[in-house]
């Protein structure tokens, strides 16, 4: 099976947006240098960048992400 990756950078030069949401963060708050380890803040909604809009987003009691088989993600040839 041939996987296609739709994924996008997170950062403010790839990102897609929603045309209302403007501000995504990407801040590197602790690096490896000066503490050890890198830890990076990651501040989004959920329409910024590569999603799905399941059921959940514009119907009452609609599934979420989690509850949808990945299988149904799949495009088989």
Known sequence: MKIIDLTYPLDF???????????VEVIRKYTLRKDGYNI?????FTHSGTHIDVPFHMIENGKKLDEIPLENFLAMQ
């Open 13 to 23: 030069k790839y990102t897609p947006l929603h045309p209302i949401v403007k501000d």
């Open 40 to 44: 990076t803040r990651i501040k989004i």
